[in-house]
C-alpha cells in the first residue's frame, strides 16, 4: 500500500436529514398516538360497565329491599323516565322491590370537605319521610381521619332514618340537617359527628341539607308516578 494511500483521511458518515429525523419522530408520534385511541376506546366500555354496576351497587346499598332501578330526570314538571325525556336535569334513581313497589329514591350530592370534593349517593323513603343511608362515591379525605365517614357506625348509623319531612307549604325540609358534635344530637335533622374529622362529616351534613331541601320540594306530588315498576 502506498503512503499516499495510509495517509488518507477517513471520512465521517454524512450527517442525517433534518427531514428525515423530522418524518421518524412524527411516525412515531402517530403510532403511539394511535396506540393511545386504540386503548381508550377498547377500555371505555369496560368502565362504562363497572361504573354502572358500582352504581347499581350504590343505589340498593342505600334504598334497603330495593332489588331493581329506574332512572328518572327530575324536570320543573316533575320526575321524567331518563328514556323519554326532552331535557336535561338532575338524575334520580329509583329502587322498587323484587315485587315492583317503590322503595324509595337515590340522589347524589356533592360539597368541598377537607382535601377535596365529596361526592355521595344518599336514599329516601317517602314512606317515613326520612333518609334510610347512605354512601361515599368519591373523596380524597385523609386516610384514617376524614376516610371515616365511610365507616364509622355511630356517623352512618344516625343518617339512617334521619328525619327529612317537609314543612307545611312543602317548599323545603321542616328540620334542617346539620352535623353536630358526637352525642350531642337534639334535633330529628342532627347527625352525630366524628372526633378528628370534624370538617368532613360536616360536609356531609351541609350537602345532605342543601340536596334534600331542594330536590324533596320538587318530588313532592309526584309520588304516584313512581309507585310501581311496570
Same mark, same amino acid.
Given at each position: 500500500m502506498s503512503e499516499a494511500s495510509q495517509s488518507q483521511t477517513v471520512q465521517p458518515?454524512?450527517?442525517?436529514?433534518?427531514?428525515?429525523?423530522?418524518?421518524?419522530?412524527?411516525?412515531?408520534a402517530l403510532f403511539a398516538g394511535l396506540l393511545v385511541v386504540s386503548v381508550v376506546e377498547w377500555t371505555r366500555p369496560i368502565i362504562a360497565d363497572n361504573h354502572e354496576r358500582a352504581l347499581q351497587q350504590a343505589v340498593f346499598d342505600v334504598i334497603p329491599g330495593a332489588a331493581e332501578r329506574r332512572d328518572f330526570v327530575l324536570t320543573e314538571? /316533575?320526575?321524567?323516565?331518563?328514556e323519554e325525556a326532552q331535557e336535561r336535569g338532575p338524575i334520580i334513581h329509583v329502587g322498587y322491590t323484587a315485587d315492583g313497589d317503590l322503595a324509595g329514591v337515590a340522589m347524589e350530592a356533592s360539597g368541598r370537605g377537607y382535601a377535596d370534593v365529596i361526592r355521595i349517593l344518599y336514599g329516601y323513603d317517602?314512606?317515613?319521610?326520612?333518609?334510610v343511608?347512605?354512601?361515599?362515591?368519591?373523596s380524597q379525605e385523609t386516610p384514617g381521619l376524614g376516610d371515616r365517614i365511610e365507616t364509622d357506625p355511630d356517623?352512618?348509623?344516625?343518617?339512617?332514618?334521619?328525619d327529612a319531612s317537609l314543612n307545611e307549604d312543602g317548599t323545603g325540609l321542616k328540620h334542617g340537617i346539620r352535623t353536630v358534635g358526637p352525642g350531642?344530637?337534639?334535633?330529628? /335533622?342532627?347527625?352525630? /359527628?366524628?372526633?378528628g374529622a370534624t370538617v368532613s362529616a360536616e360536609a356531609i351534613g351541609d350537602m345532605l341539607h342543601?340536596?334534600?331541601n331542594e330536590r324533596l320540594p320538587q318530588?313532592?306530588?309526584?309520588w304516584s308516578e313512581l309507585e310501581r315498576n311496570e
Open positions: 458518515p454524512a450527517p442525517t436529514s433534518s427531514l428525515r429525523l423530522i418524518a421518524t419522530l412524527g411516525a412515531i314538571d /316533575g320526575p321524567v323516565p331518563k317517602p314512606s317515613c319521610e326520612c333518609i343511608g347512605m354512601s361515599v362515591l368519591e356517623f352512618l348509623g344516625s343518617i339512617e332514618g334521619l350531642e344530637r337534639e334535633d330529628p /335533622g342532627d347527625i352525630d /359527628g366524628i372526633t342543601r340536596s334534600a318530588l313532592q306530588g309526584h
